[in-house]
């Protein structure tokens, strides 16, 4: 055999090891934590896909771990946070615990409400179509985003790099304030759970509050039948899920009081930019307008006002509710009070606007 037909196949050779590696191993997933505490990821495999080599683990901060998949392999991850062990040796956390007293799950899932990424890799390898989302289903606890790399095909990021924590209505929040439960978990209805008559596509429909997350995160799901916008594809792809993908929010909501007042209120924002500011707390029973301020309430009275300067350009205008029982009844036909369309798409956008406010 001369030098030339050697070194052909020896380079055959290497490319079917190459497939054939790829075809047995179908994805490596890597978990970054940006966040600015520790992170306990929960991996749960569906029935039928195999247990990784682990099914929990603790993940520091600024720390990043990978883990390969089989080929076909389907199932959901998701972030626990406030962990630790008791004195009885049970390990427990604050959110998204799964209940199996140890840093392994074990088979358990997330107990609501948790942020979730699913994934579901080509049994053919990358010859098919792996299948992803982030869910805000089962409510949200932390920022998750999950991007392809290596791939073929649309390949698009998805998940919620915002903190929903902080605006969270005071009805869904969690008695630490560090998640928001989903509309299901907090009414518990079949019209919020899109369960008995409201099982189906044409009967579930969105609701203010799920609404409102997809206006946070327009690429996560936000209820049960949110498929067009949030299922992505990709093709021989490895996956990074990365937690407080933008930023380092805290492990609670802020220490403000709900975000909610009388009046309207104007502010500027550029997504994401950067700014500085103060908040001064008070008292008083009266509304008004104000600009480039927030203002927090309780009920009718006014707890207090803080004006906030970011960089960007664009005023974003919208009115801040009294209460958060008030949002309750809206979305639950109790109120009596009336949101026009446009006053309703303002109202999303006013609660958006809190998201990306300098963290104090």
């Not at 307008?289 to 927090?296: N, Q, R, V």
Request: glycine share 14%.
């Amino acid at each position: 055999m001369d030098l030339f037909s050697w070194r052909s196949n020896a380079l055959i050779l290497t490319l079917s090891l190459l497939v054939i590696s790829r075809g047995s191993f179908g994805a490596t997933f890597t978990f970054v934590n940006n966040c600015d505490y520790t992170v306990w990821p929960g991996i749960l495999p569906n029935a039928g896909s195999p247990t990784l080599s682990t099914t929990g683990f603790e993940l520091a901060k600024s720390a990043s771990v990978s883990f390969t998949s089989p080929t076909g392999w389907s199932g959901r991850f998701w972030g626990r946070t406030g962990c630790s062990t008791s004195q009885t040796g049970q390990f427990l956390c604050q959110t998204g615990d799964c209940g199996s007293g140890q840093v392994a799950c074990s088979g358990s899932g997330a107990n609501p409400p948790a942020t979730l990424a699913e994934l579901t890799l080509s049994s053919n390898g990358p010859n098919g179509l792996d299948f992803y989302d982030v869910s805000l289903v089962d409510g949200y606890n932390l920022p998750m985003m999950v991007e392809p790399s290596g791939g073929s095909g649309l390949c698009g990021s998805t998940g919620c790099p915002a903190d929903l924590n902080r605006a969270c209505p005071v009805e869904l929040r969690t008695s630490e304030g560090d998640a928001c439960k989903s509309a299901c978990e907090a009414f518990g209805t079949p019209a919020y759970c899109c369960s008995g008559e409201y099982g189906t596509p044409d009967k579930c429909k969105p609701s203010i509050y799920s609404e409102m997350f997809k206006t946070a995160c327009p690429r996560s799901y936000s209820y049960a039948y949110d498929d067009a916008t949030s299922t992505f594809t990709c093709s021989g792809a490895d996956y990074t899920i990365t937690f407080c993908p933008s930023s380092s929010p805290s492990q609670k909501s802020s220490s403000y009081p709900p975000p909610v007042a009388s009046g309207s209120t104007t502010t500027s924002s550029s997504g994401y930019g950067s700014g500085s500011g103060s908040t001064v707390y008070g008292s008083g029973t009266g509304a008004g307008s104000e600009s480039g301020s927030m203002t927090y309430g309780s009920g009718t009275e006014i707890m207090g006002s803080g004006t906030e300067a970011g960089s960007g350009s664009g005023s974003v205008s919208g009115v801040m509710f009294a209460d958060g029982s008030w949002l309750a009844g809206l979305a639950m036909g109790d109120s009596t009070r009336i949101l026009s369309p446009s006053l309703l798409q303002s109202t999303f956008m006013a609660l958006l606007s809190i998201l990306f406010y300098v963290h104090l």
